[in-house]
């Protein structure tokens, strides 16, 4: 137990549809992440929130939009995916994201499938 | 640019020792990060370091050059459970993760 759930842990959606995926962390964490995982790819970083305030937008398309309402939960929305899309989309949390020896904790991911 | 070069995949036998290598290229250095990854499961932080030298932790062990931009994951008395990919991370001058693609290690009996 990470302390970081990620729900749903599957999804299947095709390009015309909305779904978010929605992120918790009950470690008291100051910062959330939202990365992306492809296979035999580095992780990716999307967006990064600090004290619930995008801090990074790594140039990610408008079609994830992510929403963070506090310090522990986090969203990200989908909308006209493309197949492209699909991967493993991961959220981290940490205590401080200028910190340089604060490790990130991750969640067990959503598996995205857009068909 | 940006860049974290690690083996895609390495075998070993149970009972062995592994070295996995990690070379990186970064625009500055705030410390090296090891992450253990299961299939189907989330990143988990295996060690951090800073300043050149090695860190033990029981049967896995972390070397840092920062000179040479390097660094190994070195895994003792290995077992089954170890199987899983293990990912180098670089925290760069502006404090982001550069993250390499991972090697994944497959233990046999």
């Known amino acids: ?115 | 640019g940006q860049n974290i070069d690690q083996p895609t995949e390495m075998t070993a036998t149970e009972g062995a020792i592994v070295q996995i290598n990690c070379t990186y290229q970064t625009s500055g250095f705030n410390g090296l990060f090891w992450y253990q990854q299961h299939a189907g499961e989330a990143p988990t932080f295996l060690s951090y370091n800073v300043l050149d030298g090695l860190e033990e932790k029981g049967r896995f062990s972390s070397f840092l050059s920062r000179s040479k931009g390097y660094s190994y994951l070195l895994l003792k008395e290995l077992q089954m459970k170890d199987s899983a990919s293990y990912l180098c991370a670089v925290r760069d001058s502006n404090y982001q993760l550069i993250w390499g693609a991972g090697t994944k290690l497959i233990i046999k009996p």
């Open chain 1, 1 to 115: 137990e990470t302390g970081v759930t990620q729900t749903p842990r599957h999804l299947v959606m095709g390009m015309t549809n909305k779904k978010s995926l929605k992120c918790e962390q009950h470690l008291g964490h100051n910062a959330m992440y939202w990365y992306k995982q492809s296979a035999k790819k580095p992780l990716e970083l999307m967006f990064v929130y600090n004290f619930k305030e995008q801090t990074e937008n790594n140039s990610v398309p408008s079609r994830f939009s992510p929403e963070c309402p506090n310090s522990s939960h986090l969203f990200l929305h989908l909308h006209t995916l493309q197949p492209e899309d699909s991967a493993l989309y991961l959220c981290a949390s940490s205590q401080d994201p200028s910190a340089p020896s604060y490790e990130q904790y991750f969640g067990p991911g959503t598996r995205l499938t857009v068909t």
